[in-house]
Nanobody
């Protein structure tokens, strides 16, 4: 399993970005997927998760109403749409695959990780 995150960049506060995570493997549609982020000097934290079929999602409270997770199983890709970005959203964002499809918020629940994409929000 290989995960390739992309779409990060520099954006002003209030702006939007859409992150993508392309996955290898023909069983993508059987995995739950998640997004985490890690700011300098901080622990990696959960952002959002989506079930294998896309029917269930879980969003961290601090980004609820601003971030949306979605997936396209035909394209083996999961997305994180980020709107109304704030400077505190600046971090490296990682996608991860959960082979048990648990929608969990803990790092240990995820089996495979992408390399991360940097998001920087200027004030």
């Amino acid at each position: 399993v290989q995960l390739q995150a992309s779409g990060g960049g520099l954006v002003q506060a209030g702006g939007s970005l859409r992150l993508s995570c392309a996955a290898s493997g023909r069983t993508f549609s059987s995995w739950g997927m998640g997004w985490f982020r890690q700011a300098p000097g901080k622990e990696r934290e959960f952002v959002a998760a989506i079930s294998r079929g896309g029917g269930w999602t879980r969003i961290q409270n601090s980004v609820k109403g601003r971030f949306t997770i979605s997936r396209d199983n035909a394209k083996n890709t999961v997305y994180l749409q980020m709107n109304s970005l704030k400077p505190e959203d600046s971090a490296v964002y990682y996608c991860a695959a959960d082979l048990r499809d648990g929608l969990g918020p803990q790092r240990y629940e995820y089996d495979y990780w992408g390399q991360g994409t940097q998001v920087t929000v200027s004030s």
